[in-house]
């Protein structure tokens, strides 16, 4: 297990766009898929996005359209660039190794083994 540490919350504005960082503390970044997470107070967590080995990319049907997830290895850092924000996007965000499906009719993103770290806070208001 390794220390994954999450930045780049904040408070934005209904249509704005943020760009989350992953990063890991000590140690590289595992070549395992990695996943974006979140989870808004009184709900469960909620994948949300999910970078393969192979650089594929899997979203949640709720937000694909306004997400992009994107690996740089030379940075050590997996990134998750969000666009269009909405009040509903408020959540802690984590980053974690994860088990990433697609189907014709739903894409699936798992937490793997994960050691939570803080999170980094996205609060969207007007």
């Known amino acids: 297990q390794v220390q994954f540490v999450e930045s780049g919350g904040g408070l934005v504005q209904p249509g704005r766009s943020l760009r989350l960082s992953c990063t890991t503390s000590?140690?590289?970044?595992?070549?395992?898929?990695i996943g974006w997470f979140r989870q808004a107070p009184g709900k469960t967590r909620e994948g949300v996005a999910c970078i393969g080995r192979s650089g594929t990319t899997f979203y949640s049907a709720t937000v694909q359209d306004r997400l992009a997830i994107s690996r740089d290895s030379a940075r050590n850092a997996v990134y998750l660039q969000m666009y269009n924000l909405k009040p509903e996007d408020t959540a802690l965000y984590y980053c974690?190794?994860?088990?990433?499906?697609?189907?014709?009719?739903?894409?699936?993103?798992?937490?793997?083994?994960?050691?939570w770290g803080q999170g980094t806070q996205v609060t969207v208001f007007s």
């Open positions: 000590g140690t590289t970044l595992p070549n395992d898929p």
């Open positions: 974690a190794p994860a088990r990433c499906f697609k189907t014709d009719l739903a894409t699936t993103i798992f937490p793997n083994d994960a050691s």
